[in-house]
């Protein structure tokens, strides 16, 4: 059994599985939570309660006055900013530990099909490094709006994305940042990607004028003109970053 105290390691598996559930889940009954617990040989309510550590550090749930759990450790807050101020590195790093602890192979872990994939060499580790940060950026996105599009609230997973903000070519530094994601429909990604719509510094949806109002169908009017002016539903947790909605609105989308 392990000590009390929690190490850097199981942290960031711990921080891993934060990032990856909605914030109202993180309860002693969540399957995820129970499963974790066993990994790391600790009690449904020790990784419960450590996850609710985490929630107290959370600007985006602080701004919304809810505190997460007390008494956290100084290694807590280490782990956090370890994560905020290198999201690619801790991001693998937290997948590559949840395998080791596991004794799967990275690429089981994070759900990647491996037939497509060079046999060996760095070709191999560096496109695996990316898929496995690339799947985790979305499930952190996703996670923090409940699973579901902050434009239209739909809430079929199949038919989500993970849409960065700033793109990814564009910002290594951020690539795997949650808060430079977005939870968005299918066709709704495709448009904030192709600068058809943004969002504002106020977290409203603006379309762009490169559509003519009158010159539009139903379906244009149904799919994006409804929701002109409109405000997303913003994330429980990770809010988008500003400076990330600075660059869509004068970057990418077409004014």
């Given at each position: 059994m392990p000590s009390n105290n929690w190490t850097r390691e199981e942290l960031i598996i711990a921080f891993n599985l934060?990032?990856?559930?909605?914030?109202?889940?993180?309860?002693?009954?969540?399957p995820q939570i129970i499963v974790l617990a066993k990994i790391l040989g600790r009690t449904p309510s020790a990784v419960s309660w450590k996850l609710a550590n985490f929630a107290r550090l959370d600007?985006?749930?602080?701004n919304r006055n809810i505190a997460g759990a007390s008494h956290g450790s100084k290694l807590d807050v280490e782990v956090w900013n370890e994560f905020n101020n290198d999201w690619e590195?801790?991001?693998?790093?937290?997948?590559?530990?949840l395998a080791e602890k596991t004794g799967k192979r990275i690429e089981t872990i994070a759900d990647i099909e491996i037939f497509d994939l060079p046999?060996?060499?760095?070709?191999?580790?560096?496109?695996?490094?990316?898929?496995?940060?690339?799947?985790?950026?979305?499930?952190?996105?996703?996670?923090?709006?409940?699973?579901?599009?902050?434009i239209t609230g739909l809430g079929i997973p199949e038919l989500?994305?993970?849409?960065?903000?700033?793109?990814?070519?564009k910002d290594e530094i951020n690539r795997v940042n949650p808060r430079n994601g977005l939870c968005l429909n299918t066709i709704h990604d495709r448009a904030f990607d192709r600068g058809l719509l943004?969002?504002?510094?106020?977290?409203?949806?603006?379309?762009?004028?490169?559509?003519?109002?009158?010159?539009?169908?139903?379906?244009?009017q149904d799919f994006l003109f409804r929701y002109d002016g409109s405000e997303i539903k913003l994330p429980t947790r990770f809010l988008p970053d500003t400076n990330f909605l600075k660059y869509h609105n004068k970057s990418v989308f077409r004014t």
């Open positions: 934060y990032c990856k559930i909605p914030f109202g889940t993180i309860h002693i009954h969540n600007p985006s749930l602080q590195k801790l991001g693998f790093e937290s997948e590559k530990l046999k060996a060499g760095k070709e191999r580790e560096s496109l695996v490094k990316v898929r496995v940060n690339q799947g985790f950026f979305r499930k952190a996105v996703l996670a923090a709006y409940d699973f579901k599009c902050c989500l994305n993970a849409s960065h903000i700033v793109p990814w070519s943004t969002i504002t510094l106020e977290f409203k949806i603006k379309i762009s004028k490169s559509i003519k109002r009158n010159d539009v169908d139903g379906a244009v």
